[in-house]
């Protein structure tokens, strides 16, 4: 998924405000689960974030292009832990994106009243595309 930076995404100098790495990430998920069709918006259950682990490596700054990627990790019955990082596209007529951003392993579970279910087939499909 592409994201480009406007002035509200950063600080008085044009630099992206660290908590819209998280965000940005977030974004690309349930981007990605919607374009796969994958019902993840149900009334009675919904997911959630449990861990994460960040690394800021450079700056993203005003005009900047983002692209989004996520990839799985670790794959269990009611939990997924993702690889996401976010480069910034250098060229984007080449899709040449080798700058390497930001990195986060987040660890996401599906719940139900407030206690782990397991995932749907759907669900467990789409996680298992993301390798």
Known sequence: ???????????????????N???FCERAR?????????DFARADAHFVVSELCAKFL???RLGD????????AALKNASALLRQEIYKIKDIKNMDFSELLYAQD???????????IKFSAEILEFFK???
């Open 1 to 19: 998924m592409q994201i480009k930076i406007y002035y509200e995404d950063t600080d008085a100098q044009g630099i992206v405000y660290h908590a």
């Open 21 to 23: 790495y998280i965000k």
């Open 30 to 38: 349930s981007e990605a689960l919607m374009q796969a069709g994958v």
């Open 58 to 60: 450079r700056p993203a």
């Open 65 to 72: 292009t983002l692209e989004i990627s996520t990839s799985l």
């Open 106 to 116: 987040v660890k996401i579970a599906f719940v139900k009243e407030g206690r782990p």
């Open 129 to 131: 595309s993301l390798r």
